[in-house]
């Protein structure tokens, strides 16, 4: 096994530490984006440039303001159950 694959496998023997604070949701951005360009490349009949990324943006958003709107709810609930 050549060193850059050892270090590869190295790096999946620990979790990547992820703090419990808002700039933790960050992380979901690239996941997010990956997971919307893979579901529409598959749902679209005819995949031109102009109407893919605007349905990935469409797509890409409105996922992303609902993780926000969830997360604000669920802070709300948590802040008036621990008051």
């Given at each position: 096994?050549?060193m850059?694959?050892?270090?590869?496998?190295?790096?999946?023997?620990?979790?990547?530490?992820?703090?419990?604070?808002?700039?933790?949701?960050?992380?979901?951005?690239?996941?997010?984006?990956?997971i919307?360009?893979?579901?529409?490349?598959?749902k679209?009949?005819?995949?031109?440039?102009?109407?893919?990324?605007?349905?990935?943006?469409?797509?890409?958003?409105?996922?992303?303001?609902?993780?926000?709107?969830?997360?604000?709810?669920?802070?709300?609930?948590?802040?008036?159950?621990?008051?």
């Amino acid at each position: 096994m050549s060193m850059i694959g050892a270090f590869v496998v190295a790096s999946f023997t620990a979790p990547e530490k992820i703090g419990a604070n808002p700039q933790s949701m960050l992380w979901l951005l690239p996941l997010v984006a990956a997971i919307v360009v893979v579901y529409k490349a598959t749902k679209l009949p005819e995949i031109k440039a102009g109407n893919f990324l605007k349905e990935v943006a469409i797509l890409f958003g409105s996922i992303i303001v609902f993780i926000v709107i969830i997360s604000l709810a669920l802070c709300t609930l948590a802040w008036l159950i621990t008051e």
